[in-house]
């Protein structure tokens, strides 16, 4: 919807107007955006605002001038002033910012649903709106079906927990299945499972830790878990769990290649930032001071690399406490990987996947080396001459914050509870991250429409 209000004459040569096309339009898909009625040469500001599924206010900007038709096209122009550089057609959309202190939340976009999200574009001509349009952003294509796994709370009198939703496009007689696992955050990756569905899988985003009453942080976790979650799969008539995919960021790739190394029913892996060693819980047993396996297979621990926390803690103080600085987990793992028999007995047999790999990694990575990780891991599977397609996509400039394309990418760091006030770094820089995000996403979709 478009409003057109009065702006001053001297900067309009006819009722200014602004345009979005597509509207609506899904969360991953590029919208253009102009603005005309104007004299040329004016300076006209473009603002964009939304609220996330926390209800926190984003906000982005460009300053434009007018050109000689006195038009503003996003896709064309580049701003000469605000919260992008150069010429972005989504620029608006990526280098939104969060406009209220983020607290002890995380610092980056929170979305944990399917719904649609709106945002509000204006047009400005000295400090006057001019036009306004609400884009409406959505996830799941018309006719998708959602279906939810549950299982019971922590006590008798608790509902169902969901821990599992299965998104079945419409109109695909049984389409190919991806599951989607996040990372160390915890969770389930909700709304990235809806908009991939619209891309002609049924996806399915499973949570592995983080909702009661499954266990609360990343420890222990039974890879028989997923054995029954692939059973309940099993049971939807709708779609072909003879073509099973997995895409997974941080350590969700990890377990993601941890278990298609084991499973048969695992035909292709996307793996963002991933590791191809299987690595410890953080910290120690409390009772027998010895370290947490994040894995186990018939309530044994799968063998992990140790990570050297105490080294660790002592050389990060002084930065992050006197100087203020996030902490860089990336020195943690590199110190870890220093330990060559621990890592050789931790490494993960890619070799005995069933199906391709596509890696993805940044190389300012500061939660973990994903870089050097996603080369290893090349490295093993050339050794062991793999017999699929293994692929890999690196962005030299990008951190560890690699999403769908089109949500904001300004966060630089976040917090943790476990941190007690410190920040820590994903590292990357807002426009390298967009950009990877993007290429990313698109390949990643077409590798797995290749091999499903």
Known sequence: MTQVLRAPATALSSPAALGVEPNPAFVDQGVGIVASGFRPGSRVTLQAETRDDLGRRWKSEGDFLADAAGTVDVRRHEPVAGSYRGVSAMGLFWSMTLAEPAGAASSIFAKTTSRPEEVFISAQVDGRIVSVVTLERIFLAPGTIARDLTIDGANPNSAPVTIGRLFIPAGIARPPVVIVLSGSGGGFDVDKAAVLSRHGFATFALAYFG???????????????????????????????????????SRGAELALLLAASSPDIRAVVAYAPSGV?????????????????WTRGGQPVPFAPLPLRGFMLRSAFPVAAMKRPVLFRNLFRAGLRNRLAIEQAAIRVENMRGPVLLVSGGDDHLWPAAEMSEAILVRLKRNNFAHAAERLHYPAAGHMLRYPFLPTTPRVSSNKHLRGAKFSFGGNPEADAAAQENAWFRSIAFLQKHL
Not at 227 to 237: F, G, I, K, N, V
Not at 283 to 291: A, I, L, S, V
């Open 211 to 249: 909702i009661d009453p499954l266990p609360r942080w990343l420890n222990r976790i039974p890879l028989e878990y997923f054995e029954s979650a692939m059973a309940w799969l099993r049971a939807q008539p709708e779609i072909d769990v003879q073509r099973v995919g997995m895409l997974a960021v």
């Open 278 to 294: 299987a690595w410890a819980a953080s910290g120690r047993d409390k009772t027998t001071g010895e370290f947490i396996p994040c």
